[in-house]
């Protein structure tokens, strides 16, 4: 190599040294969480809400139960950014949630799964029935690991269900995560 090779090595490494060690201002804030049950005879609903632990530290909680068994998971995700009322933003779409269950398929949804996934009990695939909860989830700007730009985000979940894999899957649950983020 070159000296000038060498220096750019150099300088590189440096550079992805000093990125990795800045302190990240960036911050991520649960804003408001909304259930609407729209089909009961699938789901009961304990719990859904955020809570304040300090100023600067909210939880999300969501709390249920699976009334009869699923083997079939529709899970429609859209993700909305405000700019004058609530528009579409990047993600819009559609995945097998049995199937992603056994093999987290689709990365943007496998990113947001790992951010709760060791708060739940989201570790099983289908057939399944009984408890679904996600608790105490504190997500900190740290550990989303995509450039966001700063604003509000509504990250909407639809969860169709059915009972058998040849059976339409109808609406059981729609959920509204609500956050802030802001850049560093
Ligand atoms: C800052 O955030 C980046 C990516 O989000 C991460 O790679 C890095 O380790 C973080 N640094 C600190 C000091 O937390
Ligand atoms: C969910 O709520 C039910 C009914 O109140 C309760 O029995 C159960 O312990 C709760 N589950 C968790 C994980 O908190
Ligand atoms: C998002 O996807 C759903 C289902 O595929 C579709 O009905 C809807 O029109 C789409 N919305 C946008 C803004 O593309
Ligand atoms: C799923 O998570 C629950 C709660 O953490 C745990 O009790 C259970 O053993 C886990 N099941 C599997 C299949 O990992
Ligand atoms: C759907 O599949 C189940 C078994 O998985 C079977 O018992 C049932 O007859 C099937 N129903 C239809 C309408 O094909």
Excluded at 64 to 81: D, E, M, R, W, Y
Excluded at 128 to 149: C, E, F
Aim: charged letters at 20%; proline letters at 5%.
């Amino acid at each position: 190599m070159g000296t000038c090779t060498k220096s750019l090595v150099l300088l590189l490494a440096l550079y992805f040294v000093a990125d990795q060690y800045k302190i990240n201002a960036s911050k991520f804030k649960f804003t408001n969480l909304v259930c609407d049950l729209l089909d009961p005879s699938w789901l009961e609903i304990y719990q859904c809400r955020l809570k304040a632990i300090r100023r600067d530290k909210t939880t999300l909680n969501f709390n249920g139960t699976l009334l009869k068994t699923v083997n079939k998971i529709k899970i429609h995700v859209q993700i909305l950014k405000k700019a004058n009322g609530w528009k579409p933003w990047l993600y819009n779409m559609t995945l097998d949630g049995c199937r992603f269950m056994r093999n987290p398929y689709v990365p943007v949804a496998a990113i947001v799964y790992n951010l709760f996934k060791d708060n739940s009990n989201f570790n099983h695939s289908c057939p399944y029935s009984g408890p679904v909860y996600i608790l105490n989830l504190h997500v900190t700007a740290k550990d989303i690991p995509v450039p966001l730009p700063s604003g509000d985000y509504l990250l909407l979940i639809k969860w169709y269900f059915a009972s058998s894999r040849n059976l339409t899957t109808s609406l059981g649950i729609s959920s509204g995560i609500y956050f802030n983020f802001k850049e560093d």
